[in-house]
């Protein structure tokens, strides 16, 4: 168990990282290595899921992510560079924080 919490900050880490790069990368111009971190970060999020699953838990504002990740997909299909950055930046990146921040306390 206390591996997979170590795995999980880890996780968290790379997450926030991937996110950051992400809307850097957006907020320059560089739409294509900004695309290339939000896939990094997807990843990421996809197995930080999987490890609630697996300790049996449930994510914090799971709900929340869910919207914002729907919204997201809105932008991304409508090519809406600044929609997606404004999700990511307002609305995504204030939870996972607040998650790494629960997860690390």
């Given at each position: 168990?206390?591996k997979?919490?170590?795995?999980?900050?880890?996780?968290?880490?790379?997450?926030q990282k991937?996110?950051?790069?992400?809307?850097?990368?957006?907020?320059?111009?560089?739409?294509k290595?900004?695309?290339?971190?939000?896939?990094?970060?997807?990843?990421?999020?996809e197995?930080?899921?999987?490890t609630?699953?697996?300790?049996?838990?449930?994510m914090?504002n799971?709900?929340?992510?869910?919207?914002?990740?729907?919204?997201?997909?809105?932008?991304?299909?409508?090519?809406?560079i600044?929609g997606?950055?404004?999700?990511?930046?307002?609305?995504?990146?204030?939870?996972?924080?607040?998650?790494?921040?629960?997860?690390?306390?």
């Amino acid at each position: 168990m206390m591996k997979q919490l170590t795995n999980l900050n880890s996780k968290y880490e790379r997450l926030q990282k991937d996110l950051e790069y992400s809307i850097e990368c957006f907020n320059k111009g560089n739409d294509k290595l900004g695309l290339n971190a939000l896939l990094y970060f997807i990843e990421n999020l996809e197995n930080i899921l999987n490890t609630f699953c697996y300790l049996n838990e449930f994510m914090p504002n799971i709900d929340k992510l869910l919207k914002a990740l729907q919204t997201l997909l809105i932008c991304i299909k409508n090519k809406d560079i600044i929609g997606m950055v404004d999700t990511l930046e307002l609305v995504i990146y204030p939870l996972t924080e607040e998650w790494c921040k629960e997860e690390l306390e």
